[in-house]
């Protein structure tokens, strides 16, 4: 009786957990916000490489604009020394790249992945959804 109750409990966990919610090193935090990518208050979005930062998550939020309808939403904590105060993950002056501000690793803009550095693990990232108005930010 205690293995089949064990076993339901792990398929609820199993079936009711989102995909994108464990990350290796940075912690989860509820992310959900909504902007207006086309306001002028959001002017760098409005182009495509186009990029912002928000509050939220455990470092911040970046958000980069690809094209039309492409998003991509990461938090701003290094995956390697995100505990450290002082550490943020910026948009490389060349627009292709994320890059730490104390360790130095980088990170692909289209997918969080680590290009170089001591970190090992990717970014953590939000899905994001554009409806052509609204641009929804959330985990």
């Given at each position: 009786?205690?293995?089949i ?12 957990s989102?995909k994108?919610t464990?990350?290796?090193?940075i ?8 902007i ?13 490489g ?9 470092g ?21 020394d995100w505990?450290?105060?002082d ?34 693990w990717p ?6 959804r ?10």
């Amino acid at each position: 009786m205690r293995k089949i109750a064990l076993l339901v409990v792990s398929l609820l966990v199993l079936f009711t957990s989102c995909k994108n919610t464990y990350h290796p090193t940075i912690p989860y935090k509820k992310v959900d916000f909504t902007i207006y990518p086309n306001d002028v208050m959001y002017y760098r979005l409005n182009t495509y490489g186009g990029y912002e930062y928000f509050t939220g998550g455990i470092g911040g939020v970046v958000v980069y604009r690809l094209d039309e309808w492409t998003f991509y939403a990461y938090d701003r904590s290094c995956s390697y020394d995100w505990e450290e105060g002082d550490s943020w993950v910026w948009v490389h002056p060349n627009g292709i790249m994320l890059i730490d501000s104390l360790c130095g690793s980088t990170y692909n803009i289209l997918d969080g992945n680590v290009i170089s550095g001591p970190a090992k693990w990717p970014l953590r990232s939000y899905y994001t959804r554009y409806d052509g108005v609204r641009l929804r930010v959330y985990n």
